[in-house]
């Protein structure tokens, strides 16, 4: 994802020590050791940081942690008291109240650096469908939404009933057109 935005990719080039937060990497570090991967291939000198608020999982990170390349902290919305050229917040937010959200960008944003971007998202388990808005301290950039069409399952029953027709049998067209 963050390898191919062309906005992420200009931001990180300019700077000369292109810092990445992947804020709130959750259980398992895998995902911040596969961002400084992909990321890497685009910006060799990049540093990817991960914090979470959680001590066992900022433990599990510190496991597999290259410094300075790759390092884990317990850290929140203040970033640690770091400067990031680029923060990733996946699936963090979606956690906290819609009201929420708007102070706790705001928080991010003052700390990035200069010419720096938020990346929030969200995405099913297996990051099949997924839904993210890069975030200037100007404002939003773009919304960028996206899924492996392959992978979607075309004919499972409405949970809730057809929107229609109100039936709960499997919808013979999508699961996103309604009978
Ligand atoms: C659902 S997990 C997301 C994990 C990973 N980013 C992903 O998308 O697979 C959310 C994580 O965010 C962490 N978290 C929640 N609020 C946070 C905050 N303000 N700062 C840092 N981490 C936070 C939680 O501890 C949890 O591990």
Same mark, same amino acid.
């Given at each position: 994802?963050?390898?191919?935005?062309?906005?992420?990719?200009?931001?990180?080039? &300019?700077?000369? *020590? !292109?810092?990445?937060?992947?804020?709130?990497?959750?259980?398992?570090?895998?995902?911040?050791?596969?961002?400084?991967?992909?990321?890497?291939?685009?910006?060799?000198?990049?540093?990817?940081?991960?914090?979470?608020?959680?001590?066992?999982?900022?433990?599990?990170?510190?496991?597999?942690?290259?410094?300075?390349?790759? *390092? /884990?902290?317990?850290?929140? /919305?203040?970033?640690?008291?770091?400067?990031?050229?680029?923060?990733?917040? /996946?699936?963090?937010?979606?956690?906290? &109240?819609? @009201?929420?959200?708007?102070?706790?960008?705001?928080?991010?944003?003052?700390?990035?650096?200069?010419?720096?971007?938020?990346? *929030?998202?969200?995405?099913?388990?297996?990051?099949?469908?997924?839904?993210?808005?890069?975030?200037?301290?100007?404002?939003?950039?773009?919304?960028?939404?996206?899924?492996?069409?392959?992978?979607?399952?075309?004919?499972? !029953?409405?949970?809730?009933?057809?929107?229609?027709? @109100? @039936?709960? &049998?499997?919808?013979?067209? @999508?699961?996103?057109?309604?009978?």
């Amino acid at each position: 994802m963050a390898g191919r935005d062309l906005a992420v990719r200009r931001a990180l080039r &300019a700077h000369a *020590d !292109p810092l990445v937060v992947d804020l709130g990497y959750g259980a398992s570090p895998v995902t911040t050791v596969e961002l400084a991967a992909r990321l890497r291939a685009h910006v060799p000198d990049v540093r990817v940081l991960g914090l979470e608020l959680d001590e066992q999982r900022v433990a599990a990170g510190a496991a597999v942690a290259a410094p300075p390349v790759l *390092d /884990f902290r317990r850290g929140g /919305f203040e970033l640690a008291g770091t400067r990031p050229v680029l923060v990733r917040a /996946f699936n963090v937010l979606r956690q906290y &109240a819609e @009201s929420d959200v708007e102070p706790s960008w705001r928080a991010m944003l003052e700390r990035l650096a200069p010419g720096g971007l938020l990346v *929030d998202g969200t995405c099913d388990e297996i990051g099949r469908i997924c839904s993210w808005v890069t975030v200037a301290r100007s404002g939003p950039v773009s919304l960028t939404l996206s899924c492996r069409p392959a992978t979607l399952d075309r004919r499972r !029953p409405w949970p809730n009933g057809c929107r229609r027709c @109100s @039936s709960t &049998a499997t919808c013979p067209v @999508s699961a996103s057109t309604p009978c």
